[in-house]
């Protein structure tokens, strides 16, 4: 089984940085993309970025120029620069990952794995 275990979030005043942390761990055989999600109340879930297992990344259009995800395969770790932050920014964030799980018998199909969030709050 896979865990993800964001890291990072917390209190910042607009215009602000924070950098988030995502760590997998468990029977992993490989993983493609990861992403951070966020999610606000009373909103849905959004992508805010995304990264490919080579590096190609694709943001939001609310966060391009601002947020800068990146990743360290050797880790397993994906991580989120997030730069001039601003109130509306203030969400829980939560990582993504597709995983394919190393089993006994071999690999499974990719999967979706997500982890159960950091918050980030921008405020003065």
């Known amino acids: 089984q896979v865990q993800l275990v964001e890291s990072g979030g917390g209190l910042v005043q607009p215009g602000g940085s924070l950098r988030l942390s995502c760590a997998a761990s468990?029977?992993?055989?490989?993983?493609?993309?990861m992403a951070w999600y966020r999610q606000a109340p009373g909103k849905q879930r959004e992508l805010v970025a995304a990264?490919?297992?080579?590096?190609?990344?694709n943001y939001a259009d609310s966060v391009k120029g601002r947020f800068t995800i990146s990743r360290d395969n050797a880790k397993n770790t994906v991580y989120m620069k997030l730069d001039n932050l601003k109130p509306e920014d203030t969400a829980g964030y939560y990582c993504?990952?597709?995983?394919?799980?190393?089993?006994?018998?071999?690999?499974?199909?990719?999967?979706?794995?997500w982890g159960r969030g950091t918050q980030v709050t921008v405020s003065s």
């Open positions: 993504k990952a597709a995983v394919m799980v190393d089993t006994v018998v071999g690999r499974t199909p990719v999967r979706g794995y």
């Open positions: 990264i490919t297992s080579g590096g190609s990344t």
């Open positions: 468990g029977s992993i055989f490989s993983i493609a993309d």
